[in-house]
C-alpha cells in the first residue's frame, strides 16, 4: 500500500515552474528521504502535500486517498515536523502536546497520558514544566517531534530534524526514528546529511531542477558511489584538457573536476599531468559533498 504517490504533480507560478511532473510513491511503511539542491523544489512539495500550497495539476495520494477529493481525511493521516520553529514560547512544554491532542479530540486524561510517554521517549521529561524558551535548539525540536506524534498520525514528515543539533544528540534522535519506523510508521524524511540517509532510509528520492532525477533504493544509490570526485587546482586555465577524456571530468578557468573509480588509483591521473606538463597546486576529495554528488551521478 502507497503512504504517498504522486502522478505529474506540477506546480507553476506565472512563468516559472517550481514542479515539473514530478512521480514518485512511498510505501507505507517506508523511512524515504528526499534529498534535493537548494531551490529545487523541496519544500513546494511539503506545502502541496499539507494544503499550504495549491498544485497546478498531476495527482496527489496519501493512503489512497486523493487530496482532491478529501483532503481533511488525508491530512489527518500525516503531520509536518518543519525545520523552522513554531512553537509558543510561553506556553509549558507540556501543554504544548495536550493542547494539540486537543484539536484531534483526544480526552484530556489519554492526552497527558500520551504526553509525559513522549517526553520520557524524547528526553524531555525533566523540561515539562518549563517554558519553551527555556529550552535549548535541541530540545525545541525533539518538543516538536513529540507534538508531531500525539495524534498518532500513519505518515511523519521530518523536515531537516537534525539541523543544527550536536552529534550525540542527533546519534539518539536517530535511535528514536528508528524504533518509530520499526513500530510500523512511515517517515518521510528531508535531509542534507548522507549518513542520515545512510543509516536510516530505505529508499530515497533526488531532485534537481525541480525534477526527480533519482528515485530508487538506498542500496543501489549508494552502489552509484562507486566513484571518488575530486578537484584539482592547476597553476593556470584550461579549456580542455584531452589526455584525460577517458575520465569524466570538466574544467572550470584553473579548477579541474575529475571523477575516478575507487577501484583505480589516483597516481593515474598525476602521472597524466605531469607528461602532458600540467602543474598543481591542491587537490581535494569532493565525493561527500552532496552537490557534487548529484553532478556525478546526473551529468
Not at 514542479?19 to 502541496?48: H, P
Not at 587537490?283 to 559533498?289: A, D, F, R, V
Amino acid at each position: 500500500m502507497f503512504a504517498i504517490k504522486t502522478t505529474q504533480l506540477t506546480k507553476k507560478y506565472k512563468n516559472f515552474e517550481a514542479l515539473k511532473n514530478i512521480n514518485f510513491s512511498i510505501q507505507q511503511g517506508d523511512f524515504f528521504a528526499l534529498l534535493w539542491i537548494n531551490g529545487a523544489g523541496k519544500s513546494t512539495i511539503i506545502w502541496i502535500l499539507t494544503d499550504l500550497v495549491k498544485k497546478t495539476s498531476g495527482k496527489v495520494e496519501i493512503f489512497w486517498v486523493d487530496i482532491d477529493e478529501n483532503f481533511s481525511q488525508a491530512k489527518s493521516l500525516i503531520w509536518v515536523v518543519p525545520q523552522e520553529f513554531n512553537l509558543d514560547i510561553f506556553s509549558r512544554v507540556i501543554d504544548v502536546l495536550t493542547t494539540q491532542a486537543w484539536y484531534f479530540w483526544i480526552e484530556k486524561n489519554i492526552a497527558e497520558k500520551k504526553a509525559v510517554e513522549l517526553l520520557k521517549e524524547l528526553w524531555l521529561f525533566d523540561k515539562k514544566e518549563q517554558k519553551v524558551i527555556q529550552l535549548s535548539w535541541g530540545m525545541k525540536r525533539r518538543l516538536m517531534i513529540a507534538r508531531a506524534l500525539i495524534h498518532s498520525p500513519k505518515l511523519l514528515i521530518l523536515d531537516e530534524p537534525t539541523a543544527g543539533i550536536d552529534i550525540n544528540l542527533r546519534k539518539s534522535t536517530y535511535e528514536f526514528l528508528e524504533k518509530l519506523n520499526k513500530s510500523g510508521m512511515t517517515i518521510l524524511l528531508t535531509t542534507h546529511y548522507l549518513e542520515e540517509v545512510e543509516r536510516l532510509c530505505n529508499s530515497l528520492a533526488v531532485i534537481k531542477n525541480w525534477e526527480i532525477i533519482i528515485n530508487s533504493s538506498k542500496k543501489e544509490f549508494f552502489e552509484k558511489m562507486e566513484d571518488s570526485t575530486f578537484e584539482i587546482i592547476l597553476e593556470k586555465n584550461y579549456k580542455t584538457l584531452d589526455f584525460l577524456q577517458e575520465f569524466h571530468h570538466e574544467i572550470q578557468e584553473n579548477i579541474l573536476k575529475i571523477s575516478i573509480s575507487k577501484k583505480k588509483n589516483l597516481n593515474q591521473i598525476f602521472e597524466l599531468l605531469n607528461k602532458n606538463n600540467i602543474w598543481y597546486s591542491n587537490i581535494q576529495n569532493t565525493t561527500n559533498e552532496l552537490e557534487s554528488l548529484f553532478e556525478t551521478l546526473t551529468s
